[in-house]
């Protein structure tokens, strides 16, 4: 196995390295005579060769000699280079299926034979693939079935139904259409799987695909021998790999390119294969470079890819969008995958990884398309980072009365982005359709020490209590404004950049940081990151706190009672019974009953407030029920008085006394909506405890910390439930859950240089 290693960036940088190769070069690749296929592309209706495009202003910004692109945004009347591959491949796949001569047939020999047979062609896509395979199924007059992932952006979709397709939306990533494509194909007789990626018993397809690209690599040849020019290096995106390795074989075989891949920071399965030296598949997050959200490499490119790549470099959505508006400017038709060479060659001329003064040949494999214009990721700074998670609306559907709050996905994907964009490990839980939450791990150097989880939650409460400008995240006066920036989005900005901290320093523990959905509600997301396995020694949870650590807080339980009446015309007093009145008796009854609750020696007294009250249906009716929640603040745990079941006990014998009081009062029996144990004082001489304070007191410069309860409740009682002994220190500010919400910036400094601290702490002790 030949040597492979990173090399770091010429500047220092946090961001992923680009892979650079440091074997000496492959022999040359036997190229296979492309004629046939090349034929085969001039005969088709409105076949003309793409251009190949000199932009010699680019090319002066950037300090190179040149920068040549070839133009692949119309082919064949469609915005891609798919279909050069496309149109070849679905012809010798049905010149295979309807066991026909390649050397002989026509195209309209084998339409024919296919509508006789009853052909159709299925695929797999993210985009520009199968809509190439539509329209050649269309132009057989055959069928077409597309499956495509859940989260392809619509535009695509209504663009390969235009094409006569059957579009198949699953629910999953690329690999799981893949899957789902090639199952359909294998069930029946007729139905031919045309895929760009290939996979064990399924070869020959694709490597008709690739070389139905050769026709690009043969058009690029006449016209830079047409313009007398010798670039040195070619830059290819990756995605399964089969343009690249048509690339390859091109730069290595006929020329002697310099080969440079390109991949999104979320899709980069080909940088983690050259890393491990061996194809390794990845789980993908979504990116504006749709033809390239590819987590497992094509099997027969692989080998290309392994021997012959030399730098292997991965980029942000947002460095795409700024090189197609570079593009753009230059009057390329470009669209993000098509850009995504140029967004490369910027960061490897700025790493001086390609020096100045060369001539590079970039491939624009797509046309203008729509795309959600993407966040910068590459800020480091927690001030920053702040402002950033502040203008992402994450506000909670589940809290939303409008149904019109986006939940956790926007924010989770820039967090995702944000964190593989820096190379650390990252993974997504989803509790419940589009409440995304997102781990991201630094692992330790020793197994055996201590390991801390970073918890923060992501969404907020509604926007409409704020007031104005709720996503502003404006910088005035030494405060951050913006709903969710105290609540908790400061915190989770200081967690993500002390994770980084041991990304680029190292930890002996590891260091696991979760941003997690719908705290503000039930923590499903907490919930869900426990119930998928990820556990840890101990957890910092950084809720604001004005900078006061916290051991312990209340629990709560959701209570529902509903008092019954008879619901009767306001004018029938001798028949209506008026379960509001009747409520009313409860309320005292059970406000009486509130006084006697426990009291803590830390946590404080346990109280018990009426959260909710409906009842009635008109001004002019009797009410014939009155539902109310009640919500306990709980100071012990489940085993004592202060237990759901002793509360549900407590609230029963309050509604039995009135009854036998009142024949007619009338109830239902009251149930547990909800609830949340308490988080109970940590023991002084826990290390981690020992940890916070030291470290507190050091950063503040105080002889000693004195931790305190909290009032709110946090997720640090879910993950000490768990096993997970959790402390919950944060910044300060104001307006929580209220108008003109903001936190003191100076006071997230102080988080993230404690978190540090207490993390190297506590795995050093």
Request: hydrophobic share 40%.
């Amino acid at each position: 196995m030949m040597p492979l290693r990173f090399e770091s960036p010429a500047r220092p940088s946090t961001r992923r390295p680009t892979w650079v190769r440091q074997t000496s070069p492959s022999p040359s690749i036997l190229v296979a005579d492309s004629t046939v296929q090349y034929n085969f592309h001039k005969a088709l209706i409105g076949y003309e060769p793409t251009a190949l495009l000199s932009l010699d202003l680019l090319a002066t910004e950037l300090g190179l000699n040149g920068i040549y692109i070839k133009d692949e945004s119309s082919r064949f009347g469609l915005p891609s280079f798919k279909v050069s591959g496309a149109s070849w491949g679905c012809f010798r796949a049905l010149i295979s299926h309807l066991s026909l001569d390649l050397e002989s047939a026509t195209l309209e020999q084998v339409a024919l034979a296919a509508q006789d047979r009853g052909c159709k062609l299925s695929a797999a896509t993210d985009g520009n693939h199968g809509r190439a395979i539509a329209w050649m199924a269309r132009s057989l007059g055959i069928k077409s079935s597309i499956y495509v992932p859940h989260d392809l952006h619509p535009n695509f979709l209504r663009l390969i139904a235009a094409e006569g397709a059957e579009v198949v939306v699953v629910q999953g990533d690329y690999d799981s259409a893949v899957s789902s494509a090639a199952s359909a194909a294998a069930a029946s007789k007729n139905n031919i799987l045309v895929q760009d990626t290939a996979f064990e018993g399924y070869e020959d397809i694709p490597g008709w695909i690739i070389d139905g690209y050769a026709t690009i690599f043969a058009e690029m040849e006449e016209q830079l021998q047409e313009l007398d020019v010798q670039p040195t290096t070619i830059i290819t995106p990756v995605g399964v790999g089969s343009l690249a390795q048509a690339a390859i074989t091109y730069a290595k075989g006929i020329r002697d390119f310099r080969t440079v891949a390109v991949e999104p920071d979320t899709a980069a399965c080909l940088h983690a294969s050259l890393a491990a030296g061996e194809a390794t598949s990845i789980i993908t997050s979504n990116t504006i470079n749709a033809g390239c959200n590819c987590g497992t490499l094509s099997s027969i490119s692989w080998p290309y890819l392994r021997d012959y790549v030399d730098l292997s470099t991965t980029i942000s959505d947002f460095e795409t969008h700024v090189a197609l508006q570079d593009m753009h400017r230059h009057h390329v038709n470009a669209g993000p995958c098509g850009a995504s060479g140029l967004a490369a060659l910027k960061r490897l001329v700025a790493e001086g990884h390609i020096a100045k003064g060369s001539s590079v040949i970039l491939i624009n494999t797509e046309a203008k398309r729509p795309y959600d214009i993407p966040l910068d990721v590459s800020k480091d700074d927690v001030v920053t980072l702040t402002q950033q998670l502040v203008q992402i609306d994450s506000s909670s559907p589940s809290l939303d009365m409008t149904g019109s709050a986006p939940g956790e996905a926007k924010i989770a994907a820039f967090v995702t982005q944000w964190l593989q964009h820096r190379g650390i490990e990252t993974h997504v839980v989803e509790s419940a359709p589009g409440r995304p939450s997102v781990v991201g791990v630094v692992r330790g150097s020793d197994s055996n020490a201590r390991s801390i989880m970073l918890n923060g939650h992501v969404d907020t409460v509604s926007l409409s209590s704020y007031g104005p400008d709720p996503l502003s995240g404006s910088f005035m006066e030494g405060k951050i404004y913006g709903r969710g920036v105290l609540d908790m989005k400061a915190g989770a900005a200081a967690a993500m950049t002390t994770l980084l901290y041991f990304s680029v320093r190292g930890s002996k523990g590891d260091v696991i940081f979760t941003a997690v959905a719908d705290e503000e509600d039930k923590s499903m997301g907490t919930a869900a990151i426990l119930a998928a396995g990820w556990r840890a020694d101990a957890a910092l949870i950084p809720e604001p706190t004005s900078l006061q650590l916290h051991h312990a807080h209340k629990g709560f339980v959701w209570v529902e009672v509903t008092i019954l009446g008879i619901a009767a015309h306001g004018s029938d007093a001798q028949t209506g019974e008026d379960a509001i009145m009747s409520t009313a008796n409860f309320l005292k009854a059970v406000e009486r009953y509130a006084e006697t609750l426990p009291k803590d020696d830390v946590l404080g007294q346990a109280t018990m407030h009426c959260g909710t009250i409906r009842g009635g249906e008109e001004n002019s009716s009797y009410a014939g029920s009155c539902t109310l929640t009640l919500e306990f603040r709980t100071v012990n745990d489940s085993s004592t008085s202060q237990s759901s079941t002793a509360i549900i006990k407590d609230i029963t014998n309050i509604l039995d006394k009135l009854a036998a009081a009142d024949k007619k009062f009338k109830f239902e029996s009251p149930k547990v909506l909800f609830e949340r144990k308490p988080l109970l004082p940590m023991v002084e001489s826990h290390p981690l405890l020992v940890a916070a304070n030291k470290a507190i007191a050091d950063v503040r410069g105080e002889r000693e910390v004195q931790p305190t309860a909290a009032k709110f409740w946090t997720d640090a009682a879910l993950l000490s439930e768990a096993g997970i002994p959790s402390l919950v220190f944060g910044p300060a500010g104001e307006g929580l859950h209220g108008k003109g919400e903001f936190v003191d910036v100076e006071s997230i400094k102080v988080v993230e240089r404690v978190m540090r601290e207490v993390t190297e702490r506590f795995q050093e002790s």
